[in-house]
């Protein structure tokens, strides 16, 4: 299994950034991509986006592109979610999750973190 553990979270005036790390440990030889989600009170659990270990490849929900980069330190074992231009209905519990391929369905997933934070003030 690959344990994963998110940080960076916080409260952030509309219009702010934050960057979210997630850092994997424990068996992530099978780890082929680190997606990163969100989840409000009481509502699904939704994609953000992707980045695969290989070249790396990113792809993104299509309502954060261009406010929204991922990128990855192998080294460090690290996933980063780069937040710029935030909104009120950026609110959520951010959460990475690793799985062997890039998904946006999370139940393709293998491991999830325990969440982060992030509250956007209007």
């Known amino acids: 299994q690959v344990q994963l553990v998110e940080s960076g979270g916080g409260l952030v005036q509309a219009g702010g950034s934050l960057r979210l790390s997630c850092t994997a440990s424990?068996?992530?030889?099978?780890?082929?991509?680190m997606g990163w989600f969100r989840q409000a009170p009481g509502k699904e659990r939704k994609f953000v986006g992707v980045?695969?270990?290989?070249?790396?490849?990113?792809y993104y929900a299509e309502f954060v592109k261009g406010r929204f980069t991922i990128s990855r330190d192998n080294a460090k074992n690290t996933v980063y979610l780069e937040m710029n231009s935030l909104k009120s209905d950026d609110t959520g519990v951010y959460y990475c999750?690793?799985?062997?391929?890039?998904?946006?369905?999370?139940?393709?997933?293998?491991?999830w973190g325990q969440g982060t934070q992030v509250t956007v003030s209007s």
């Open positions: 999750g690793a799985g062997r391929f890039m998904s946006m369905k999370p139940q393709l997933y293998d491991s």
């Open positions: 980045i695969s270990w290989s070249e790396p490849t990113t």
């Open positions: 424990g068996r992530t030889f099978s780890t082929g991509a």
